[in-house]
């Protein structure tokens, strides 16, 4: 299976660069499944509506958010009712939308998308090790998206060895 992770896309060269880009990317490229961390799409503070359905029609299977998710206010409504965008699995289970979700992708294939938020520098978010990702009996491949990361990267890749994880993290930071 072949996945891309495009991120962190910001204003409106990162919306035109996506828009001109991944069309040709998913061809040449024949590409399954694309998740794209569009958290700062609209003027570098959050993702609006519209922003969202550009990203999505140029080819985005899923878009995560990070820690801006809901500074456009019309996000909170939008990701209600738009299942393909995932904002972070770690805040409050009563905040709008889901922190991950299983998406079907081609030869009847599942992958699990969720984006993670860490509760501090350093220290590895309690999400993974807490049990609110499924096991991997529903999915063949998992893209985990870790926001702002330093060492958790490294800690978190066994803990679900042997179950198609990849971990990907923007605007990581070397220790």
């Known amino acids: 299976m072949k ?6 896309v910001v204003g409106r060269s990162g919306r035109t660069a996506i828009q001109e880009t991944l069309p040709r990317l998913r061809e040449a490229w024949k590409l399954d499944f694309v998740v794209v961390n569009g958290e700062n799409a609209t003027n570098g503070a959050g993702l609006s509506a519209e922003h969202a359905k550009l990203i999505l ?10 820690d801006h998710a809901f500074d456009q206010k019309d996000m909170m409504s939008f990701i209600e009712q738009e299942n393909r965008i995932i904002r972070p699995i770690n805040y ?83 220790p």
Do not use: C, M, W
């Open 3 to 8: 996945l891309l992770f495009l991120g962190d």
């Open 57 to 66: 029609a140029a080819g985005a299977d899923v878009i995560t958010l990070g």
């Open 92 to 174: 409050a289970r009563s905040a709008p939308g889901k922190g991950y979700r299983i998406f079907d992708a081609p030869g009847g294939r599942k992958v699990l998308v969720a984006q993670v938020l860490p509760h501090e520098p350093g220290r590895a978010p309690r999400v993974l090790h807490g049990g609110r990702l499924p096991r991997g009996a529903h999915h063949s491949r998992a893209v985990v998206g870790l926001r702002r990361v330093e060492g958790e990267k490294g800690a978190a890749l066994g803990l679900r060895g042997g179950l198609g994880l990849g971990l990907v993290g923007d605007r990581g930071r070397a």
